[in-house]
């Protein structure tokens, strides 16, 4: 089966780095995707890696090591408004997106 | 520029009653999906649309139908609502399939709407 595996939850303090992992079993592999989601609110759109390596964005960066399956979003001089959750999704070979459970990030002064 | 709107916002619905969850999108994006999301799991893929006059059964389409008669609208629909339907149901757009390699890869999602089958 498929499988995309993130830490439940995670706990930071402001102002610090986090590093947010995800791992992924896939039928093929098209893509992987971050998205943030505050609770309540609809996710929002972080990065698409296609590629290996890292992509920087601002305060967030996105690796992807294809060999590995394995991912992770790093969020540098984290403000409280980066609580939310943080979503990894894999396009496989049906160009189907398999979302993980999200990972709860806690940010605390 | 409002995006995807998503209504209603909530909804408590009796078991065996119809509901139609309406989604209605102003970027003339081509593909439109519909997610539900419960709690501990992954976004669900419920059905999809390339574009209008087609669409496609996601993970778990058993229980839901939908139409796109046209570019904008994409309504769900649930026949003959039972419990295991409570949930969290997300709509959302991208500007062109996610088949292929021509597209920009961002979802964009609408607000949700919280249903409640009892």
């Known amino acids: 089966g498929q499988n995309i595996d993130q830490p439940t939850e995670m706990t930071a303090t402001e102002g610090a780095i986090v590093q947010i992992n995800c791992t992924y079993q896939?039928?093929?592999?098209?893509?992987l995707f971050w998205y943030q989601q505050h609770a309540g609110e609809a996710p929002t759109f972080l990065s698409y890696?296609?590629l290996d390596g890292l992509e920087e964005k601002g305060r967030f960066s996105s690796f992807l090591s294809r060999s590995k399956g394995y991912s992770y979003l790093l969020l540098k001089e984290l403000q409280m408004k980066d609580s939310a959750s943080y979503l990894c999704?894999?396009?496989?070979?049906?160009?189907?997106?398999?979302w993980g459970a999200g990972t709860k990030l806690i940010i605390k002064p | 520029t409002a995006g995807i709107t998503q209504a209603p916002t909530s909804q408590i619905l009796a078991a065996g009653r119809s509901m139609t969850l309406r989604c209605t999108q102003d970027?003339?994006?081509?593909?439109m999906y519909w997610y539900r999301q419960d709690l501990g799991l992954g976004l669900r893929l419920i059905h999809y649309?390339?574009?209008?006059?087609?669409?496609g059964k996601g993970e778990v389409p058993d229980g839901y139908s939908v139409s796109r008669a046209n570019t904008d609208d994409f309504p769900l629909t649930l026949a003959s609502a039972v419990p295991s339907q409570t949930s969290v149901y997300f709509c959302?757009?991208?500007?062109?399939?996610?088949?292929?390699?021509?597209?920009?890869?961002?979802?964009?999602f609408g607000e949700g709407s919280r249903l409640t089958v009892l």
């Open positions: 970027m003339r994006h081509n593909a």
């Open positions: 649309s390339n574009t209008a006059g087609t669409t």
């Open positions: 999704a894999v396009l496989d070979s049906n160009y189907q997106l398999i």
């Open positions: 896939t039928s093929g592999f098209n893509g």
């Open positions: 959302a757009s991208s500007d062109s399939s996610l088949e292929g390699g021509d597209h920009t890869g961002e979802l964009f």
């Open positions: 890696n296609v």
